[in-house]
């Protein structure tokens, strides 16, 4: 009975693999469509100058931000802990999620031309309940790959997951360029139609990780009272130094988020470029990601994923120097940028996913991954904070701002302990 127990949970695992990849492929080249750094500030640009409205729209969606996935995750913690199976949620969440693209199509192709206020409120509205469903969806999403991913196979599985779907996404950068550079499809048709784009490789990789085979572990045997479960939560943290040190370096990486929704719109404003170079930025960003996930794959099953973040947080430094020292006759110079952001961005994405699922014990785990999204709180507002200061004082001051605190994580970072060494 236990031999054949142990072949199930092997299939199993080689099943929730290869639909885990199948997932990471089809979502990376969806979203690219939707990216929050390159397509949607220049679509509110037809609308409004606000910059404060793109640092919104940013602290909602963005890489930084996700002000409303943070809303609801120690709320869905304390609420399916206690449960065997969480798959049905994920199931649910991720539908929501997916549908969000095609109304956001939808209202992009029917009121921009004359309702530009339905336009921006509707894409903020569906921006927001695609967080808020994503901040649904993590707890079960790091649950399962937590219960079904050995510890020495999670670089490889994160980065595979990055590695083809940054490839997709390259193409997915060449078809935007394409959309909004021709003649034929003008606005706005041409957002309605990436948006379109965007819903259905999003639905496909929905299908996939909806197939996932959830095994079973332990958990607690019954559920707490929320009042009683903040308060294990804040004892994790007394508690656990090692996680406090990772949520701190957590925040003052995320200080990228300042800057990170206006480097296309410093491209385009300060430096000139053309609007048809948005593509060339997305498959520069796709290209670092899809370059580095063997890097940072390899790097994190053999040294660890402390070493991935602290070279991913170097990375961001560079990024912020590039940006204050570009000037306009060598704006071509944006293309390494954002080749650099994606090199960071999936740094930071593959070493936070296997810091936390390597430390947190399985009980607990959907505690440990709530805590870490509800206390990044003060980095979903970065993207705001950056719009208010290039509203009121300049680009160059939120460039070396986002640089001093990037440099505070990068030099927390050495306090960090590797969790499978520790």
């Given at each position: 009975?236990k ?7 092997k ?12 997932h ?65 949620l ?23 031309v ?13 921006l ?14 790091m ?9 020495k ?21 060449i ?36 197939s ?71 498959s520069?960003q ?133 969790p499978?060494?520790?």
């Amino acid at each position: 009975m236990k031999d054949d127990n142990e072949k199930k949970l092997k299939s199993h695992s080689k099943f929730n693999f290869r639909m885990g990849i199948l997932h990471g492929i089809f979502y990376t080249g969806g979203i690219a469509f939707g990216s929050s750094n390159t397509v949607l500030p220049v679509f509110l640009d037809h609308f409004t100058g606000s910059r404060i409205l793109v640092g919104l729209s940013s602290s909602i969606m963005g890489k930084g931000g996700n002000i409303a996935g943070v809303l609801p995750q120690l709320f869905v913690a304390s609420r399916i802990e206690h449960k065997v199976y969480k798959r049905p949620l994920l199931r649910k969440a991720i539908t929501v999620r997916a549908l969000c693209w095609a109304a956001l199509a939808l209202v992009t192709y029917f009121f921009a031309v004359n309702y530009s206020l339905i336009t921006v409120l509707g894409l903020f509205l569906f921006l927001a309940l695609f967080t808020f469903m994503g901040g649904v969806a993590v707890i079960p999403f790091m649950d399962i790959w937590g219960k079904t991913i050995p510890s020495k196979l999670r670089g490889k599985f994160f980065g595979y997951r990055q590695l083809f779907g940054g490839i997709l996404a390259i193409g997915t950068g060449i078809i935007v360029k394409f959309i909004l550079n021709s003649d034929k499809i003008s606005f706005p048709d041409n957002y309605a139609l990436l948006f379109l784009f965007a819903f259905i490789l999003i639905s496909i990789s929905y299908f996939a990780l909806g197939s996932v085979k959830e095994p079973v572990a332990e958990v607690h045997k019954e559920r707490l009272p929320f009042g009683k479960f903040l308060n294990k939560a804040l004892k994790i943290i007394k508690r656990d130094k090692n996680y406090t040190r990772f949520l701190i370096v957590r925040i003052f990486s995320g200080a990228i988020a300042l800057s990170l929704p206006f480097y296309v719109l410093y491209a385009k404003d300060v430096l000139k470029v053309k609007l048809d170079m948005i593509g060339i930025f997305i498959s520069a960003q796709m290209l670092g990601m899809v370059i580095s996930n063997i890097f940072w794959a390899h790097m994190s099953d053999f040294l660890g994923s402390k070493k991935v973040i602290q070279i991913s947080i170097f990375l961001g430094i560079l990024i912020q120097l590039i940006a204050c020292f570009t000037p306009e006759h060598l704006s071509f110079l944006f293309v390494v940028l954002f080749f650099l952001i994606g090199f960071f961005m999936s740094g930071c994405k593959i070493g936070k996913n296997i810091f936390l699922l390597d430390l947190a014990p399985s009980r607990n785990r959907p505690t440990y991954v709530s805590l870490d999204g509800t206390l990044r709180l003060p980095v979903a507002l970065f993207p705001v904070i950056g719009g208010f200061m290039i509203q009121y004082t300049g680009w160059h001051l939120l460039f070396i701002l986002t640089l001093l605190i990037l440099s505070l994580g990068f030099i927390m970072s050495f306090y960090l302990q590797e969790p499978r060494t520790g």
